[in-house]
C-alpha cells in the first residue's frame, strides 16, 4: 500500500481538535519546514460531496488578516471495509462471508496554523477589558470580510476562534459554512451549530441570513467581557442573556451593545459594517489597527521560535488509513 499525499508531504504531530466535521492536525511540512494546520474529513459515496467541499469553497474565498489563512486542498480517495449492509454489491458472489468494501475518501485542508483558540485563553486566565475589546474588534473585522464574500459562518463559538502567534485573531472552521447566491438573501437553515451560540432563528429552524453570526457575536462579547471563573457561572450568564436578556452588573457597561447583539429578530442586529462604527472601539489601542496585507507565516527568528513550541514528531502513520490505490484528485476552486 502506498503512503497517502499526507504522509509523504506532512510530519503529522498531534491532533488539535474537532471541528464541525472532521479532525485537525499540527503539522510541519517536509520540504519548507513550516507548520500547518490540516484538517480531514472523511465522507463516502452516500455524501453530498458538495457539501463536503462547501468548506474549502467558503476558506478559498477569504483573504484576511483576521480570517485562518487557506492554503491548498485535496482528495484522497481509498477503498475500506465495511459492514454496511448497502454495500453488498462489493461482495464476491457465492461469499457471503467476505466482507463489503466501500469507496470512501479523504479531503486534505491545508490552513495557517495558530497556537491556541479562545477556548484555550479563556479557560486558562482572565483577560483585561482591553484585550476583550481587541479581541472582538478582530472578530467584528473576520467576520465583516466574511459576510462581504457572501458567506453565512453558521458556527462561530469560542472554540472556532483562533489566536496566532502575534496574538492576532482569527476566525476559523467553516465546517458549517453556507453559500449565498448572488441573489439570495436567505436560505434554509437546517439548526445546525453549537447551542449556547445558535440564534432563535436557526434554532427553529427557519430561513437564516447573515445575522444568525452577529448573535453569535453577542454571546462571544459577554464571553469575553465577563472573564467567568467556572462552566457553570458562563452557562448561567449565557442562559440568562438568551432568555431573560440579563447581564452580569460587572459588564452593564456594554449592555446595550450586547443586547443589540442578541435581538430576537435578526432585522433588530447591527451588521458587520456597523458594528465597527461602534464608540467603544477609540478604547482600543490605534496600533491594533487592520492590516490586511498577507504575510508568511513565519519569517526569520518567528520561524525558529515557532519550532521551538513544536513538540517532538509522532509516527507519521498513526491513526491515518492506506489507500488501496493511488487516486489523488485536486480540488478544483
Avoid at 464574500?149 to 476562534?161: A, E, F, M, T, V
Wanted: aromatic content about 8%; proline content about 3%.
Amino acid at each position: 500500500m502506498e503512503a497517502t499525499r499526507f504522509h509523504k508531504e506532512f510530519y503529522k504531530i498531534k491532533g488539535i481538535g474537532k471541528g464541525a466535521y472532521g479532525t485537525v492536525f499540527s503539522c510541519m511540512h517536509k520540504l519548507d519546514g513550516q507548520a500547518y494546520a490540516v484538517k480531514v474529513v472523511k465522507f463516502n459515496r452516500h455524501n453530498d460531496q458538495d457539501k463536503v467541499l462547501r468548506e474549502v469553497k467558503a476558506l478559498a474565498k477569504c483573504n484576511h488578516s483576521n480570517v485562518v489563512r487557506y492554503f491548498n486542498a485535496w482528495i484522497e480517495w481509498m477503498v475500506v471495509q465495511s459492514s454496511d449492509e448497502d454495500d453488498d454489491y462489493d461482495k464476491e458472489e457465492g461469499d457471503d462471508s467476505a466482507s463489503s468494501k466501500s469507496l470512501d475518501a479523504m479531503l486534505f485542508i491545508q490552513m495557517e496554523h495558530c497556537h491556541w483558540n479562545l477556548d484555550n485563553v479563556l479557560e486558562q486566565s482572565t483577560i483585561t477589558e482591553g484585550t476583550a475589546l481587541k479581541y472582538f474588534q478582530g472578530m467584528v473585522k473576520g467576520l465583516d470580510h466574511i459576510h462581504g464574500k457572501k458567506i453565512i459562518h453558521g458556527d462561530l463559538s469560542r472554540k472556532n476562534i483562533f489566536i496566532d502567534a502575534n496574538n492576532v485573531i482569527k476566525v476559523a472552521d467553516f465546517g458549517l459554512a453556507k453559500l449565498l447566491g448572488n441573489s439570495a438573501t436567505a436560505i434554509k437553515s437546517g439548526s445546525s451549530g453549537t447551542k449556547s451560540y445558535l440564534a432563535p432563528e436557526a434554532e427553529k429552524g427557519a430561513p437564516i441570513d447573515q445575522k444568525v453570526d452577529i448573535y453569535s457575536l453577542g454571546i462571544l462579547f459577554l464571553e469575553l467581557l465577563g472573564s467567568f471563573t467556572t462552566m457553570s457561572a458562563r452557562a448561567h450568564a449565557i442562559n440568562n442573556l438568551r432568555e431573560m436578556r440579563v447581564l452580569p452588573e460587572s459588564i452593564s457597561t456594554y449592555e446595550d451593545y450586547i443586547l443589540q447583539l442578541v435581538a430576537f429578530s435578526p432585522e433588530e442586529r447591527p451588521s458587520t459594517k456597523e458594528i465597527l462604527t461602534w464608540p467603544i472601539w477609540a478604547d482600543v489601542s490605534s496600533s491594533e489597527a487592520e492590516n490586511d496585507d498577507r504575510v508568511p507565516i513565519r519569517t526569520g527568528d518567528d520561524h525558529q521560535a515557532a519550532d521551538d513550541d513544536m513538540p517532538e514528531l509522532e509516527d507519521a502513520d498513526d491513526d491515518m488509513p492506506e489507500l488501496e490505490h493511488d487516486k489523488n484528485l485536486e480540488v478544483e476552486i
